[in-house]
């Protein structure tokens, strides 16, 4: 992936990384702050557009922008997929109202969107059920139930549910976190990525009107964004590692340059992380994203992952075993990475039935 200096995007990314994320990072990480101005400038400075070019090059920028946002803080950066992953959704919506009334704020980043479908995503596997059951009625839907986590949300966003019909058909809405009947409770606790803005997410017959309707058959629909759904998570592991690979690169200049002796070394790492770039880049030559390719880097980012931040551990040492230390941080980002929808095994079973 090359994003060419001259388009800008470098230069307005260096600049909101540097005033908005960069100074909270550890803020972030240890008091579970979320980075709401950095991820609505990105969309200000005009980084998440869609209507000023190709799909390949809106692909190729977001999947840059999430990968240098990781390198400083995956929290972030999963947040930001969480709003592409919205943005997927209602760029791919057939309804009007979502595409013209709803897309262009969040593409401005007058406000974000989430994604609540790890849960539909399991569904679709064989791996649970649906959490959210949908009736109709005059005008739209009700919808009732509990979804456990989703992340990205606050009093102004709004984000994507799947929930099932009594005729074992599923629809998809677009829902405003303000919506009557709904309720949040903020989750915290976990061992990294705190400052994600997670919530459980409680319907008491919450009615979403047909036009906050994504798609009246959700499973159709899933499978046709799952590919650009499960392509912006890379970069969110392409960051890390190369974070990783840095740091491992400054610390052979202590002890006397004993890391030399250790089995895991950064070139090796780079070499890894170079050639997963180098196939997503043949991905977006082609005229549609090939869903075995994208999981299969999805998988293989996961174990990339979990080496670089092993290695930076081990070649920082002593100072890496401190809770604030950036070694130790990545370290917990790269485990919320391989746990995140779809996760290794859901991904190796998603494999094996190709």
Not at 226 to 255: D, W
Not at 291 to 312: E, P
Request: aromatic residues 10%; proline residues 3%; neutral net charge.
């Amino acid at each position: 992936m090359v994003v060419k200096e001259e388009t800008g995007v470098t230069r307005l990314l260096d600049t909101a990384i540097q005033k908005n994320l960069k100074p909270f990072v550890r803020k972030i990480d240890t008091e579970a702050y979320y980075a709401e101005g950095y991820l609505t400038g990105l969309g200000e400075a005009g980084l998440l557009r869609s209507d000023d070019v190709s799909t390949s090059e809106r692909l190729e920028r977001e999947l840059f922008v999430t990968e240098k946002t990781a390198q400083y803080c995956m929290t972030t950066a999963f947040n930001l997929w969480c709003h592409l992953a919205s943005l997927t959704y209602l760029r791919n919506s057939s309804n009007d109202y979502l595409k013209n009334e709803i897309l262009p704020y969040l593409e401005q980043g007058t406000f974000l969107g989430a994604t609540g479908l790890s849960n539909p995503m399991k569904y679709y596997a064989g791996l649970e059920k649906l959490h959210l059951q949908a009736k109709r009625t005059n005008g739209g839907y009700v919808l009732s139930g509990t979804i456990p986590s989703v992340s990205n949300l606050k009093d102004n966003h709004w984000f994507a549910v799947v929930a099932a019909l009594a005729d074992n058909q599923q629809v998809m809405a677009f829902v405003p976190c303000n919506a009557i009947g709904l309720s949040l409770k903020e989750k915290i606790g976990y061992l990294g990525v705190n400052g994600s803005a997670t919530f459980a997410c409680r319907f008491t017959d919450v009615f979403i009107p047909d036009e906050w309707m994504v798609s009246d058959n959700a499973e159709a629909f899933c499978e046709n964004i799952r590919s650009t759904f499960v392509l912006y998570q890379v970069p969110l592991g392409l960051g890390v590692t190369y974070a990783s690979i840095q740091s491992m690169k400054k610390s052979p200049q202590k002890q006397g340059g004993v890391n030399t002796f250790l089995s895991i070394q950064p070139e090796e790492i780079e070499q890894e992380y170079l050639f997963i770039k180098d196939r997503i880049a043949t991905l977006l030559d082609q005229d549609k994203l090939d869903w075995k390719a994208v999981l299969q880097i999805r998988l293989d980012i996961d174990k990339l992952i979990i080496k670089a931040v092993h290695g930076d551990m081990l070649h920082s040492g002593g100072a890496a075993y401190l809770q604030k230390s950036n070694p130790a941080r990545r370290l917990r980002e790269a485990y919320f990475l391989i746990n995140l929808t779809p996760t290794e095994k859901h991904l190796e079973k998603m494999l094996a039935a190709l």
